[in-house]
C-alpha cells in the first residue's frame, strides 16, 4: 500500500486539445453508450465513426439496432473513441470520453445530402446499406470531454477544446 | 430506399455461446459504460479486462476514475467487448454488450489474494499499480448480453449462456 496519488487531472493546452482532436478526425468507430429506454440501465454498442464538415462526430446506424431506439427515445448519451490496437498495455493508448446529445438527421434536412456524400467518401462500405429506410444519419454534439492520455496524463475539456482549428464556434 | 428487413436476432445456439466466451476470455479491455453520479448521464471509457477463476470479467480500477467513483454510486454498468484492431470494416467483428453489475472484492475477501494473484498473472503490466491505496479489483456480473458477429448475425442472451463450460451455474 502506498498513500493515495493526486489527482491526475493536468490544465488543457494545445497539444491535449490537438491530440484529442485528432482522435476524433481518425476515429473508425466508437464505442456508444445510451440509456435503456425503461430501465434507464447503461448499454454499450459498437458504432462505425465519421465527421461532418464541422468536425463533429457522426454515424449512420439502424432502427433495428437497440442503440438508436435507445436514442430516439432518450439523446443523451456518451462516446468513447481512440484504438488501442497491436500489442502492449492498451491502457497506454489515449482515448477520448465525450458526453453527447444526439442529433438525427431528418431526411428531408437541407445539408443532408452534402452530409451523406461526405460520409459515402470517408466510410466507403456503407454504400452497402446506407439508403436503407431503417438507417440514420446522426451526429453527436459533444457537451464536455475527458481524454485520457495514457497513466497520469488527463485532461478534462469543454466543447470549444475539441472544435477543429479555424472551425466555426457556433458550430459545435 | 428499400423496405424494412426483419429484425436480426437470431435463435442462440453453442457456436454463438462458444464465440461469446471467446470474446471475454481473449479481451484485454472493455469500454465500460456507467452511470454518471447526480445527472444520471452515461459515461463511456477504457478499462483493462481480464477474468476471474468462474469466468467473469474482472478489473482493476483506480477511484482517481471518475468511472470507479460511479460504480461505487451505482454498480449497474455496461461493458463491450471485441477488437477490432487491423483493417477492414470495424462492423464486421465480433463485439459483446454485456449489461452487468459491479461488485467490488472488499480488501478482506477471502478468494481476493488468489484473484489478485490471477489477475496479475494474466495482466502483469498492471503489477506497477495493483498495490496503490486508490486501485479495486472488480468483478462484473453480467445480467445478459447482446452479441453482434456481424452484420445480421446478431444473438440475446442470458447470463448462463456465457458460463464457461463445464462451470458452476452458481457462480456466473
Known amino acids: 500500500m502506498t498513500d493515495k496519488p493526486a489527482s491526475p487531472i493536468r490544465p488543457t493546452d494545445d497539444e491535449a486539445r490537438a491530440l484529442a482532436r485528432a482522435l476524433i478526425d481518425t476515429a473508425r468507430f466508437a464505442a456508444l453508450a445510451v440509456l435503456e429506454p425503461g430501465s434507464g440501465l447503461p448499454a454499450v454498442t459498437r458504432v462505425a465513426l465519421a465527421t461532418d464538415e464541422d468536425g463533429l462526430p457522426v454515424s449512420l446506424i439502424s432502427e433495428l439496432s437497440a442503440h438508436t431506439r435507445a436514442l430516439m427515445a432518450d439523446p443523451r448519451c456518451a462516446l468513447l473513441l ?4 497491436g500489442r502492449g498495455d492498451p491502457l497506454t493508448h489515449p482515448r477520448l470520453s465525450l458526453s453527447c446529445e444526439a442529433d438525427f438527421v431528418a431526411r428531408d434536412a437541407p445539408r443532408r445530402a452534402a452530409l451523406r456524400s461526405r460520409y459515402l467518401r470517408l466510410r466507403p462500405k456503407a454504400r452497402l446499406y446506407a439508403d436503407f429506410a431503417d438507417f440514420h444519419l446522426v451526429r ?11 497513466f497520469g496524463r488527463a485532461w478534462d475539456m469543454t466543447a470549444d477544446d475539441l472544435r477543429p482549428r479555424g472551425g466555426q464556434p457556433g458550430r459545435f
Chains 1, 2 share one sequence.
Do not use: T
Not at 481512440?82 to 490496437?85: A, D, K, M, R
Not at 453527436?140 to 495514457?150: D, E, I, M, Q, S
Open 82 to 85: 481512440g484504438e488501442p490496437g
Open 140 to 150: 453527436f454534439r459533444p457537451l464536455r470531454a475527458a481524454l485520457n492520455g495514457g
